[in-house]
């Protein structure tokens, strides 16, 4: 009898744990059992106490899902967080994690969608939806991509490098990154605008796309998601056609 993915949890092993940002770690995991999934779903992870105490945490995939072996987290420390301040301070490689999944169907994207699709993160909102482009990376056929990336300093743009990377390569990707802090100019500076996703820069990215997108993938935190949400039924994207995923209270 198959047993729901959902539902059955599996050990994890860590086998790298690295740096993408002051604040945001990347774990690496190899799964017990084969596990597919598809790009913009997450996992349960849950941490067991020797009293029997237990805290559970969900997190979506930043790996492709052409490996079905492994997947890649991304972890952001939270103030007062249990289980990100554990896997922060404590979690390393060779231990070993509890999770299920994968989790959702709603916010997902296949390669095989190839009309004009805008994405829209803010801060570490970018997790699933790295899992898209990867995924996307590989296709031969690339739909027009828009990609508006919101983040507090330079700093905390996660895979900024490999985001521009994937722009180069391909013509039909445009990044924007926007910055809601002022930074002082340094040599690395990239100089970019400070400024919050507003209703005018939308209009202004999906221009790039040179017609309306018949979807759009919207996460972050629930204030930032409603805010662009509003701005996109605004300009006429029915409501079924955007995607949201969002955390916090």
Same mark, same amino acid.
């Given at each position: 009898?198959?047993?729901?993915?959902?539902?059955?949890?599996?050990?994890?092993?860590?086998?790298?744990? $690295?740096?993408?940002?002051?604040?945001?770690?990347?774990?690496?995991?190899?799964?017990?059992?084969?596990?597919?999934?598809?790009?913009?779903?997450?996992?349960?992870?849950?941490?067991?106490?020797?009293?029997?105490?237990?805290?559970?945490?969900?997190?979506?995939?930043?790996?492709?899902?052409?490996?079905? $072996?492994?997947?890649?987290?991304?972890?952001?420390?939270?103030?007062?967080?249990?289980?990100?301040?554990?896997?922060?301070?404590?979690?390393?490689?060779?231990?070993?994690?509890?999770?299920?999944?994968?989790?959702?169907?709603?916010?997902?994207?296949?390669? $095989?969608?190839?009309?004009?699709?805008?994405?829209?993160?803010?801060?570490?909102?970018?997790?699933?939806?790295?899992?898209?482009?990867?995924?996307?990376?590989?296709?031969?056929?690339?739909?027009?991509?828009?990609?508006?990336?919101?983040?507090?300093?330079?700093?905390?743009?996660?895979?900024?490098?490999?985001?521009?990377?994937?722009?180069?390569? $391909?013509?039909?990707?445009?990044?924007?990154?926007?910055?809601?802090?002022?930074?002082?100019?340094?040599?690395?500076?990239?100089?970019?605008?400070?400024?919050?996703?507003?209703?005018?820069?939308?209009?202004?990215?999906?221009?790039?796309?040179?017609?309306?997108?018949?979807?759009?993938?919207?996460?972050?935190?629930?204030?930032?998601?409603?805010?662009?949400?509003?701005?996109?039924?605004?300009?006429?994207?029915?409501?079924?056609?955007?995607?949201?995923?969002?955390?916090?209270?």
């Amino acid at each position: 009898m198959n047993i729901d993915p959902v539902r059955e949890w599996q050990i994890a092993t860590v086998t790298s744990v $690295n740096d993408e940002s002051p604040r945001v770690k990347l774990f690496k995991l190899d799964l017990a059992n084969e596990t597919k999934f598809r790009a913009g779903q997450y996992f349960d992870i849950r941490l067991t106490a020797p009293d029997g105490y237990q805290a559970q945490r969900s997190y979506s995939v930043t790996s492709s899902p052409e490996d079905s $072996n492994s997947i890649e987290l991304a972890i952001e420390l939270i103030a007062d967080g249990e289980v990100s301040a554990y896997f922060h301070e404590i979690v390393k490689p060779d231990d070993q994690i509890e999770l299920r999944g994968p989790i959702g169907g709603h916010f997902t994207l296949s390669p $095989n969608f190839t009309k004009p699709v805008l994405l829209v993160a803010g801060g570490s909102g970018i997790a699933p939806i790295i899992s898209m482009l990867r995924h996307r990376r590989s296709s031969t056929r690339i739909a027009p991509t828009v990609l508006m990336f919101s983040v507090r300093t330079e700093a905390d743009a996660l895979f900024a490098q490999e985001l521009e990377d994937m722009a180069q390569e $391909n013509p039909n990707l445009h990044i924007i990154i926007a910055l809601t802090r002022s930074e002082s100019e340094t040599p690395d500076s990239k100089q970019r605008e400070t400024r919050r996703i507003d209703r005018s820069m939308i209009d202004s990215a999906i221009t790039k796309l040179a017609e309306q997108p018949a979807r759009a993938y919207v996460c972050g935190g629930t204030d930032f998601v409603e805010s662009i949400g509003n701005h996109l039924l605004d300009i006429g994207l029915a409501y079924h056609d955007i995607r949201t995923e969002r955390f916090g209270p």
